[in-house]
């Protein structure tokens, strides 16, 4: 899967390392994901997501149900 943040939509930059002598060479940025195991309540049911530390700063802010609704996501029930 790719190295994008499914509550943010943050992902993989790309730049330059660049030398004492200004030498330019392509380099990636990643972001810092983790995944996360997460209990929504309304449904009582466990998420697994793959979120930056930055959407887990906006889950503790907001919660789960508020920022899952915001970034365009939905739970499938099973």
């Known amino acids: ?3 994008v943040c499914q509550i ?3 992902r993989t930059i790309s730049g330059n390392n660049v030398s004492h002598a200004n030498n330019r060479t392509k380099r990636k940025f990643y972001p810092n994901l983790h995944n996360k195991k997460l209990f929504l309540e309304e ?3 466990w998420v697994n997501l ?3 530390t930055h959407a887990l700063r906006i889950i503790n802010k907001l919660g789960l149900s508020q920022a899952l609704r915001k ?3 939905e739970i499938i029930r099973l």
């Open 1 to 3: 899967m790719a190295k």
């Open 8 to 10: 943010t939509g943050k």
């Open 43 to 45: 449904e009582k049911v």
């Open 50 to 52: 793959k979120v930056s």
């Open 71 to 73: 970034a365009g996501l």
